[in-house]
């Protein structure tokens, strides 16, 4: 075995990039392999980028426990590591007369969960406050806590300021099997090779299952990709106040209608289970439910409004609820089995596990603690991820201050976004250096506007390839096997048949 | 932060904002500035080395940075100001701009008169909703365009074209010179969007199949494109079911259409043509806003580069009369309704006082083709104004149609001319 850790993180979504957060603050040698070329690019950068008050859960589950302890943790998470995050508040809308008793029963189980600054809205003070809304609106429920963020940019700042304080980040590294002595977990194999280690942590989102079985823990525990589709409306377009609920249905808390940190709509999701654990691809009959649900609350929203679509799976578990008398069989598992020394396992983190990934962090911590690891804090822990500069949220005063230090700021190369060089080239030397083209877009928002990167696509790749000193060819949408770009012209081919 | 005054600025140096900017130095306007995001001159005319450019203009066939440079050389001999690498980040209904570059940082121009010339951008996957994956190897033709002529880079091997638009037919030809496979061209519509005469030259002429009714199913693939599931689409674009055909390939290029864009205009207070999607303007082609004009592409899809020229001299003409407080203050308005078969017309209002001075020529694309002899008709109050006859109409080829000062007194007390494309 060539390195050696006290923790190896396997899987680095926001789960992962939070547990190694708030782990690096203790004298651990701490590696976070993710099998991706990027961190949070599956789930954590494809959800509905919310931050849920905690009503919704089963009263009982881990899932409501996790959630509603997680809440109060995100204002300062997010002033400590400086991402998007902004308390909203939420509505659930409940659409004619029939729907108003669902509404009593959330207060309930929201109360029954520890949820506070709920209250009920009229029909007529919801159209008053979001004009959009359905004229047949019949109340709301709104909770306060409810939040919109940057799921990305949270599990970013996470990851940056767990690198900050010593953690080690492996990037395209992909977990294959634990290596177990006298029942106990002492290493982890990878593609990469062998690393050894005192304790793993499971956090392998729509994979848990895979890493988990591999340890012989709950063979029973499987993972049932549910994918959820999305649109995304121009915001020149169409602008909502707030986020809205529709009352949830058995599956899932239904499609909604969300503003987000970067002011555009955002319509969604479907809930279907699947078999692939890959397959992100959307089609036509999820686009067209997402478009008719979310025109349920807000009949205005047109298909010419949108201006990208994109698809994300949750990584649905079937673990049952193990509080005495509840019967829930999907919760979170969050645990030290007892099958196998050195793992803490997680599975099932499916919604609201990104709301919930501060407190199943602090929950791992607890665990680790329970079990005898000494967990002595570092003197010089920095719980401080600083941001890095965004033109367009800028004042013209700081632009004109941040141009005369860095000229590359002065470049616009995203016109729809207003993302400039300077932005892209330091993303590429960032302590998670970006290294594709969605690497560069999840970080900056670039791309995403009405043009959908069809003005900065030849620039971005240009401006990547000299900064990571490589030809043009070889960048790539999203880690290897995705190149944009084939040959040079005027190469004589051999024959294509 | 830089504070400079200008008669006129013009926003983009396309073919419109080159014309735009020429004409308002020869109409007497002393300060003129061009601003450029790019670094250099001509817009999207660099990366169309094809010809077809300047016959009606130069009676010339020229490619498309030849067509520039010589409105770029004229700029130049003008002693026109420019301003490139720059990006024009707000725009203001008082004609204020505020830019960014590298060397100046933060800067701002305060002009008498603007000339909006951003040209268009490429309708996108996302807005035709193509279902599937998102791997790399999904490109808007005009992305490919730039990859293949000006930075001479291959974004694949074996391509599908969805749409038939004058860049998508153009490409396919440019990318099978380059030793590319071109497998097919798919249009939704039951005829072509782009030109007949890219048809002919860039499709026919390298045996690369069109196929009209039929779009992308499907794109199939993680990384990379691996294939697209191709289908045919009834009367109301519906999918057939059995009609899918699985077509191997590494590219989907996108040539579905031109979106005028007009994110500054808004900004300055413009009014936009929902059909159009750029600006409501009069024959100056002056907006609701005093003294901001708009030139060219951003104000409707042109078909022919050639009529863009012509569109941005009278914008900037329009603009220097402006600067200089000559331009008439219209006092007769009248509507331009598009009537039967026809989708839009430009300019949207007109002025019978301006009409008495000097000939006024209306744009126009249909809705549905008519592959007959047809007759362009202006009618106001029930009255014939004017007639010609053309061959044929295709909404891919925009129509025209002049008024002439005689037909001035016609319109006087008019509120409204309808422009109707009739079967002779």
Redesign the interface.
Known sequence: MVEKYDVIIIGGGVVGCMTARFLSRYELDILLIEKASDIGSATSAANTALVHPGYDPVSGSLKARMNVAAVPLWPGLSAELNFNYERSGDYVVAIGPEELPKLDELFERGKRNGVNGMHFVSGDEMRRREPLMNPDVSGALFAETGSICDPFGATLAAAENAIMNGVTLMRETAFEDFIIQDKRIVGVRTNRGDFSCRWAINCAGLYSDFVMHKAGVRPDFKITPRKGEYL?LDR?EFQLRSVYFPVPNEVSKGILATNTVHGNAILGPTAHEQVDR???????D??QEVMEGARKLIPAIE??H?????AGLRAAGNAPCDTPGVDYRHDFIVEIPAEVRGLVNLGGIESPGLSSSPAIALRVIDLLRDAGEPLKEKKDWNPIRPARPRFRHMS??E??AV??KD??Y???VC??E?V?EGEIVAEVHAPIPANSYDAIKRRTWLGTG??????D??RVT?ILARELGQS??EM??????????????????ES?D | ?TEQTYDVVVVGSGPGGLAAAIAAKENGAEKVLIIE?DIELGGILLQCIHNGFGMEVFKEDLPGPSYAQRFIQQVSELGIDTLL?S?V?EATPQRRL?V???????STFDAKALVFAMGC??R????I?V???????V??A??AQ???N?????????FVILGSGDIGMIMARRLTL??A?VERVLEIMPYLSGLSRNYVQCLQDFNIPLHLKHTV???IG???VEAVEMAAVDDQRRIIPGSEEIIPC?TLLLSVGL?PEN?LS?QAGVQIDPVTGGPLVDSYFHTNVPGVFAAGNVVHVYDLVDWVTGAGKEAGRGAALYAMGKLPAGSSCITVRAGNNVRYVVPQRIDAQVLEQEPISLQFRVSQPIEAPVWLEAVADGNSITRRSVFYARPGEMLTLPLKPEMADGLRGAKEIYIHVNER
């Open positions: 995304i020149a890959e397959d992100k691809a959307n089609s036509s999820g686009l298909p010419r949108v201006i990208a679509t994109f013209y005063a632009r004109q141009i005369q000229d590359r002065g470049r616009m016109r729809c207003n400039t009405r043009c959908q990167g069809g003005f696509l030849p240009h043009e060819l790539t949408k999203k880690g290897p096997g995705s190149a944009f770009l084939t040959r040079l012209t005027k190469q004589v081919e294509h | 932060m995001r690498d990006m980040l505020y960014t570059n590298r060397k100046g940082g933060i951008r490429e996108t996957r996302a807005q909703r279902p599937g994956t998102r791997p790399a190897g490109y808007t005009g992305t730039r990859w293949v000006v930075e001479g880079f291959m974004p694949g091997k074996r380059e030793g496979q199913k499907n794109i993680n990384k990379r590494d979106i994110e808004r």
